[in-house]
């Protein structure tokens, strides 16, 4: 079955057998094969290389964090921002969890350093996050109507039984599948519209400070950003509007998968008219 826990205390083992907490089991399922097996965030020639300075805006549990401090090294560094109470405090179990899992397997990887904000274009010093504690992924500080939400989270229910990827079948997987290929698509379907409506029930708001790229990369000392990953769930271009016009050209690459657009520095001007639209 799948398990929720508000407070980020779910334990689910990676294939790599590093220990990840979170708040649902689904999210980490889902997370994982977007991240590790399809590599969503490194589309278009968007890459990650030895040394990488990374900026992981809507961090959630941090997947995408050690996917980079891996691929980063030694030499790199992952500033990792999340803004909800307990999302964050799993993504800090998970920082810790991966640098002991790095000591023991003998390897290396980039420091991480979590921040808990919002980021957005500095119009706002805090706002009001909603967190779906069975859909952790689609928390966002722009809420949608009921039924977007309906149709959007039961695809993403309906993607992660369609495909196991590298992470261990679940029970609810299994179950799930034999549903799927036993029913009739009509009730299988409308089944799913009425998991995810009753899970939608379940939510909770949390006001969170807010910051902008601009700020964080003052605050942190970056002089430059290698990859700008952005996956803020409806908060994308308060993102990119966030961004200083000076400090555009220490960008080099923005992977920004919500708005289908993955861009390197010489497409930067797209992302930057983007932002002002």
């Known amino acids: 079955m799948v398990q929720v826990s508000p407070d980020g ?19 980490i399922e ?36 050690i996917y980079a401090a891996e691929a980063a090294g030694s030499s790199g560094q992952v500033l990792s921002v999340e803004p909800l109470e307990h999302i964050h405090a799993a993504l800090e179990e ?109 939510t909770d708001t949390q006001r969170c400070a807010m910051t902008t790229v601009s700020a964080l990369m003052a605050e942190h000392d970056l002089e430059r950003i290698d990859l700008l990953k952005i996956d803020v769930e409806g908060a994308e271009l308060d993102v990119l509007r966030g961004i200083r016009p000076e400090d555009w050209p220490r960008i080099s690459q923005a992977s920004d998968f919500k708005l289908q657009r993955s861009v390197c520095q010489d497409g930067s001007a797209s992302i930057r008219d983007a932002a002002r639209a």
């Open 94 to 202: 998970n920082i810790t969890s991966l640098l002991h899992h790095c000591i023991s397997q003998g390897a290396s990887c980039a420091l991480i350093t979590a921040c808990r904000a919002g980021v957005g274009d500095g119009s706002k010093d805090k706002m009001d996050f909603t967190l779906y504690p069975s859909f952790a992924c689609w928390s966002t500080m722009y809420p949608q109507d009921e039924e977007f939400h309906q149709k959007h989270i039961a695809e993403y229910v309906y993607n992660n039984i369609a495909a196991l990827a590298g992470m261990p079948p679940s029970l609810y997987n299994r179950a799930a599948r034999f549903f799927f290929y036993i029913t009739p698509s009509w009730i299988f379907n409308w089944s799913m519209r009425r998991y995810v409506r009753n899970n939608l029930l379940k």
């Open 9 to 27: 205390t779910v334990e689910r083992l990676l294939p790599s057998g590093l220990t990840i907490h979170a708040v649902s089991t689904l999210d």
């Open 30 to 65: 889902f997370l994982y094969r977007e991240i590790f097996e399809q590599k969503i965030y490194e589309q278009h020639g968007i890459s990650i290389v030895e040394g990488s300075t990374v900026m992981d805006c809507g961090a959630n549990i941090g997947l995408f964090s």
